[in-house]
């Protein structure tokens, strides 16, 4: 079901996708503001290694897009950090 919003509509979509078809690619978000395009969109393309989003005279969803990653990557990061403290104090 489409809804009014196109950006929760795109959102949708990519959240749609399998976590496979996500999971160890590399995840770039750009975001193009236009004075020759007055519509707004938000592109997804999928290569072999990387998801490229484009934000079309979009700065919310750009905003949007670019928190979850960064708040994903901490998250990332995090988990790394307590892996690495479980194993070294396992070996005293």
Known sequence: MKSKNKI???FEEFIALPL???KNRIIQITGFKSD???SKSIDIDLSDDTIR???V???KAYNLLSSV???R???RKELLKEKQKEQTTGLI
């Open 8 to 10: 929760m509509d795109s």
């Open 36 to 38: 020759f395009i007055d």
């Open 69 to 71: 990653i960064y708040k």
């Open 73 to 75: 990557e901490q998250k």
């Open 20 to 22: 496979s078809i996500l």
């Open 53 to 55: 989003i484009n934000c």
């Open 57 to 59: 005279n979009n700065e």
